[in-house]
């Protein structure tokens, strides 16, 4: 039977991250425990796989895959079914552990060694494929339900807005253009404006990294227009991973593009650089 991904707003809070000790990492601060609240990001790059590599029965998901997130970047990830990319989320994530390699959040936080719930709460926020918001709930309902409070029963009884979370719900319900339907049950919305309001109650926890999966996946041509200003917007303020087949939604948001092929990066640079990479060409682009 198939499962509905748990939102990660309803993850508990973080507990204390595990340390790395006895590496060379150590030098520069590596592995050592961040200060709560922050993340060290003082080497510019926010998320760090090296060598990371994932088997299933035998068959290899992930193979010695290396990629490098700078701060605020905005970075679509392509590739044929099969190249890894949502095994490559799920490590980043912490649903699947790496039979082998690094994967480092910042410079402090070994996401290999960290459970979900300290991943989600640490600052990285994952939206699947499929919109998974609480359809008898109002917009602004969910996105109150979202914010990054104690999640506790009784704290959730007592719990009362402040006048600064009721105006970063405001900020985010214009940013996802959903003001006019903020009273509205969920369920009631489109599916892009679902997909919009998942988008804004992973917002309103403030992440520092989005994981997209296939975001413009069933949205309408002035949906996935909208998308790609959004996610523009966001760029700089968060970084964002997008994984996404529709290229010509990648041509209009990207600045840099991996192409993973058989759980490995195949060509990596801009998007005109890997559409006349003969490889890619073979492997993915089909001409």
């Known amino acids: 039977m198939k ?15 595990n340390s790395d000790a006895g590496t060379s990492r150590d030098a520069i601060g590596l592995g050592q ?19 990371i590599s994932v088997s299933f029965d035998g068959f290899k998901a992930l193979n010695n895959l290396n990629l490098y997130i700078s701060v605020g970047e ?38 290999t060694q960290m459970s979900e719930v300290q991943i989600a709460q ?9 919109p998974t918001v609480f359809e008898a709930l109002s917009v602004f309902e969910n996105l109150e339900l979202a914010q990054k409070t104690d999640k506790s029963v009784w704290a959730s009884l007592r719990a009362r807005l402040t006048g600064e979370q009721r105006d970063r719900i405001h900020e985010v319900l214009e940013t996802i253009r959903l003001t006019s339907s903020m009273h509205r049950p969920a369920g009631l919305l489109s599916h892009g404006q679902k ?9 309103v926890q403030d992440p ?24 523009k917007s966001l760029a700089g303020k968060h970084s964002l991973m997008v994984v996404e087949h529709d290229m010509g939604f990648v041509g ?20 005109d650089d890997v559409q006349a990479n003969e490889r890619v060409i073979e492997v993915y682009l089909g001409r």
């Open 3 to 17: 499962t509905t991904p748990t939102p990660a707003f309803m993850l508990e809070p973080i507990l204390d991250p």
């Open 33 to 51: 425990r961040a200060q709560e609240g922050l993340l060290n990001t003082r080497h510019g790059t926010i998320l760090t796989l090296e060598d």
């Open 74 to 111: 905005l970075r679509c990830i392509i590739g044929p079914n099969g190249a890894g990319k949502t095994t490559l989320m799920d490590v980043i994530t912490g649903k699947t552990r790496p039979s082998h390699g690094k994967a480092w959040f910042g410079e402090t936080l070994d996401l």
């Open 122 to 130: 640490s600052g990285i926020g994952r939206k699947f494929q499929k």
């Open 195 to 203: 997909q919009f309001l998942e988008i804004g109650m992973l917002l």
């Open 208 to 231: 520092q990294l989005l994981l997209l999966d296939e975001p413009v996946a069933g949205m309408t041509d002035a949906e996935t227009e909208f998308t790609a200003e959004l996610f």
């Open 252 to 271: 209009s948001i990207a600045d840099h593009v991996t192409v993973l092929h058989q759980g490995s990066v195949l060509a990596e640079g801009s998007l």
